[in-house]
């Protein structure tokens, strides 16, 4: 092994140890923000995403401009993913289709020639196919100035060529095509508008700062989709552009009219549909239209045809004779996309950060971006006048001594002993003098002299007038607004989009119509039962709202003999408390008791509880503690292979109306009982031959633990063994009660068991007369009211308290069971004053 030498640093090892969730960490933050920054959200200046502005500076460059010939989607794509964009084709590709489309974009950034894909959802022709080019107004108001020194460049990815960060938008792209994209844990979602309507609200901005948000929303009053159609303005068009969040109606536009479907036929009056809702499929809505026809979910229709051609779109809904037109349009915007939602989300990027803007930040971060820009194109203009009319002063001193500066040419050895020589006689600097050395010999004719000292006035008047905009924010501001209105005559179109009134009536009335939440139908249930009624779950699984004076009736409450009684009540509290009830199966899911429902139509537990817990068996239902009770409370849950896990209150108090998976089960393996368990208290558990083991709720044995755990192992079985239960005890002096299968019962004080630990093999607590006898189950012995069934049928209702309390070696009283009968199960009563023991039994 080699010696580390003096005054060496130690090699640093090559496999460095990293904590795995400190690398997922950073990882996947790092690729979280790579797709918020560099793929899914747009830039506020130029409301371009990354891919776009490469697939626009990539045609520029190729010089694909509007009034050169259309070239090859695949050259264009080719070019985007050597050079700038190293990702897949087809992602470049449908970047740039999108860009194409008509019916996607208001104001297409690029023009297309071939198959780009329809409002049908027609997916668009390969790029080998189609042909493209940019678009006047992307050629003019996005590009035109990439020469101008108004934006930065950055090396690409491999670092061989230079592209541009962000383009010089002469217009608010971002507001003018809108933009959709998904990112990570964010979403943007902007609709089109107006071309007219933003630059008029950008020059209100420009000349009034303080303009009110009144009078913006007067100037852009909604979107301005390029598939027409109707927005209904109201609450969601203002919150969208004053919190950059909102709602925004649309529908379809549609009318009536008579047609003739066939010769010989009656005419009929039928429901045409000429304009879609903005990014509607529209055979996709034909086909879910037809589909609710067939299903008879929308009535009065005879037939659906699509009469659309080049001309525009005509979906014909031809009615049946008895059915009027009005009642038919108006279930199609009911139950179709005919009528539908924009969710609007105004996030962009500002100065690489996600951020929701309203429509007054938006519009005034294009405002400060523009100014910017004028500056830096003002600025290069500027110093190539300077730099141009440095040139030309000297070529006009020259000219005025022509043959003197001849004659310093002819005497000088070299080109450098020349120009030294004219900058010293004419006081020329040494770009004047290289200027004057290349000047051509047609420059000493008369015509060319003069046409030297105009260019020469005019360039002193062109740097006056660009000093002037740089020193006078006010010029600039007014040169920005001829340029704005420039723009606008050139490339404005009337709106497409109809803004009709009534967005807050429709959005009540779909309120009024959409079918109550889970959480809205169980206050409404709650609110129609009597104050004083009681809840009532028997044994056999049967759940009841009863009158007290019913349960008075039925003495559920009442201990009884061995008999053909009613099924003993596991469960009886008041409704007025709205108790929350916590529903556990066999498979280890867990779900909310929707209770409230009983009062109209009474039924057993498995129709109150989640579709998705059909065919499962409830083992125990539990109140879920609140308030000064949940403290330092937690559920336990043991399964039959004798595991036992503990999980904290609180993943139990944010339960949805699904059933959850809180326990892991082997195959084989079941949930037997749950326990409510509180730190410092202690637990009993029980299996088949009377062993009992007795622990501390501590994290030491009962550790709190996940969901998705299974829970070490409490009680190690031996062969022929089961687990059959658990009870808390909840302080000295406590008891649990005992039951065999021959129908033995036994009070047993829990401080004569000795403490154990996880996984001892405990004691007897109950020594069987007869062999075939084994304990069935245990409850806690403090409860006041017990059930016991047997598999007769029968059953009988005893209370502990009743009972001798006895010792490990006691042998409990018996039920005196007929003969081949036996107790199957013990029903711990949860009461009003008994919800903490019984729960915890």
Known sequence: MAEERPGEQPEQPRVQPIALHQEMQRSYLEYAMSVIVGRALPDVRDGLKPVQRRILFAMHELGLTPDRPYRKCA???????GKYHPHGDQAVYDALVRLVQTFASRHPL????GNFGSVDDDPPAAMRYTETRLAPIANEALLDEIGDDTVDFAPNFDGSQQEPTVLPAQLPFLLLNGCTGIAVGMATSIPPHNLREVVDALIALIRKPALSDEKLLELVPGPDFPTGGEVLTGSGVRD?????????PMRGVAHTEEVQPGKGRHRRSAVVIT????????AGWIEKLAEQVNDGKIGGIADIRDESDREGMRIVVELRRDAKAETVLGELQRRTALQSNFGAILLTLVNGQPLQLSLRQLLQEFLDY???????????????AEDRLEVVEGLNRALGDVRRVIEMIQEARDAASARA??????DLSERQADAVLAMPLRRLTGLEQESLRQEAEDLRQERSRLRHLLDDRGALLDAMVAEFKALKKRYATPRRTRLVEGGDALVAQRAAAVRPSAGLQRQQAVAALAADSRLLVQADGQVKIVAPQQLGRLHLDEPVERGDHPAPARLILPVSGQPALLAFTDAGRVALLRWEFAGQQPGRLERFLPDGMAGEQVVQL???????AAAGASIGLLSSDGRFKRLPLEDFQELSGRAASVLRLKEGVSLRRVVLCRDGQELVV???TGRLLRLTVNDTNLPLLGRAAQGPVLLRLLPGESVVGAAGAAGAGSTVLLASRLGWIKRLAVDGLRLCQRGDLGQIGLRFSQRQDQLIDLCGGDTPLVGALLDSGRNARLQPQDLEVEDATGSGVSLGLAEQEELSDLVPLVGQQGVGQGAAS
């Open 75 to 81: 050259r264009v794509v080719g070019d985007v993913l």
């Open 110 to 113: 690029l023009d297309g020639h």
């Open 275 to 282: 304009e879609l809702p903005y990014q509607l499929s529209k």
């Open 622 to 628: 539990l109140p879920l503690p609140g308030g000064e």
């Open 240 to 248: 969208t552009y004053l919190t950059g969040r909102g709602s925004i």
């Open 421 to 426: 020589s004219l900058q010293v006689h004419l």
């Open 370 to 384: 523009r100014e910017h820009t004028l500056i830096r194109r003002t600025r290069h203009a500027l110093r190539k």
């Open 686 to 688: 029980g299996s088949s």
